[in-house]
């Protein structure tokens, strides 16, 4: 089959012939029709999970994908051959991952696919759509509260702004020019332009009593403890980068933590009812071929790309 792989941490990734994978006990083989881009593509072929994960080359690069289960392994229950379905594949021990025509996933990482919409949307959701479910689960976004999300116009943010808006809450979220009405149109309340001066600067002087949560999706230690300036008096500001410092939080009277997410098959599933009920909306800014994987990644690496990158096979 053909896959875009790395033979070793930091290597530029290659599209290569490899066989195909086989499913293990509680385990399927999917024929992946797309695979969605997520900075944790890259950040894992660089040797980001090195230490915590044994991994097997050549590692096949991509966590997100969709495709139709075409075996399945000893004691899978939920799923049979012939289910469109959707989820992560990521599997560094293995060498797998979803930048390729075949990939086995435990059944417990995918779930059935929304009907509704194409193999290619679906596999731009996982990673980041789970993600943006649990930021605003676990920091109880809803009615009343004023929400800043930083980062607003990628992959994460763009589920953030629709599911804390579904929520009741007033979003305020960072878009560049051009940008601002597809996020409004999203259900943000509000954006700021992060590229005319500082967020938190132009936050508070149209806020002055802040906001009561922080979703900062891109600011290392420095610009996060900046950004927690806009959040009032016991609110709570979330880094999805590792950037919270738990004595800065608690000096400044805030909560907070550095997100980890944890996806499950039934997270899944709720959002694809939210895709076939028209709930949720899917932006693709760029769909590719397979052997565009490695450019797509050096865009995803630049921090600038809007909404989900997909390959399409
Ligand atoms: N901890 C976890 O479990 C977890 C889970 C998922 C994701 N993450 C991480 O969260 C981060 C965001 O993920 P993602 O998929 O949303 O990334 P992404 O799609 O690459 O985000 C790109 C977006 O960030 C915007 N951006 C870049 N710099 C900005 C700035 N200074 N101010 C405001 N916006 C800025 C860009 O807008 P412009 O081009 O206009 O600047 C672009 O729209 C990644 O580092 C990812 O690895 C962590």
């Keep these: 089959m053909r896959a875009v792989a790395v033979t070793a941490f930091g290597e530029q990734p290659q599209l290569m012939e490899l066989p195909e994978p086989e499913p293990g006990p509680g385990e399927v083989l999917v024929r992946l029709s797309a695979a969605g881009v ?31 289960v075409v075996a399945v392994g000893t004691g899978v229950r939920r799923l049979s051959v ?33 009907r509704a919409v194409t193999y290619a ?11 943006a479910y649990n930021l605003v ?5 809803g009615e009343g509260k004023r ?3 930083v980062g607003g116009t990628g992959g994460v943010g763009v589920f953030a702004t629709q599911l804390a808006a579904g929520r009741g809450a007033e979003v305020i979220a960072t878009a560049r020019q051009g940008l601002a009405d597809l996020l409004t ?39 996060f ?4 300036r806009t959040v009032r008096d016991g609110g709570t500001a979330v880094s999805t980068v590792g950037a919270a410092d738990a004595d800065v939080l608690t000096e400044h009277n805030l909560r907070g933590f550095n997100f980890h997410n944890r996806p499950s098959p039934q997270l899944l599933e709720i959002l694809a009812g939210q895709l076939d009920a028209g709930r949720l909306t899917v932006i693709i800014s760029d769909e590719v071929p397979l052997e565009d994987a490695p450019e797509a990644l050096e865009g995803s690496r630049t921090g600038h790309t809007q909404g989900k990158t997909v390959i399409s096979f």
């Design 147 to 149: 929400v800043l999300i």
């Design 82 to 114: 012939g289910d469109a379905v959707f989820g992560q594949f990521q599997r560094p021990e293995r060498g797998g991952g979803s930048y390729a025509e075949f990939a086995v996933a435990d059944e417990r990482a995918v779930a059935g696919a929304a």
């Design 225 to 228: 403890g900046e950004m927690t």
């Design 121 to 131: 949307t679906s596999a731009a959701v996982p990673t980041a759509g789970t993600t």
């Design 38 to 68: 997520n900075p944790i593509d890259w950040k894992i072929a660089d040797g980001l999970l090195k230490d915590t994960v044994r991994h097997s080359f050549p590692l096949v690069l991509g966590s997100d994908g969709a495709g139709e």
């Design 185 to 223: 149109s999203l259900g943000a309340a509000e954006t700021v332009d992060h590229t005319v001066g500082p967020v938190a600067d132009q936050v508070l002087a149209a806020h002055p009593d802040g906001v009561d949560v922080l979703l900062d999706l891109v600011g290392g230690p420095v610009a």
């Design 137 to 141: 689960e676990e920091t109880r976004i």
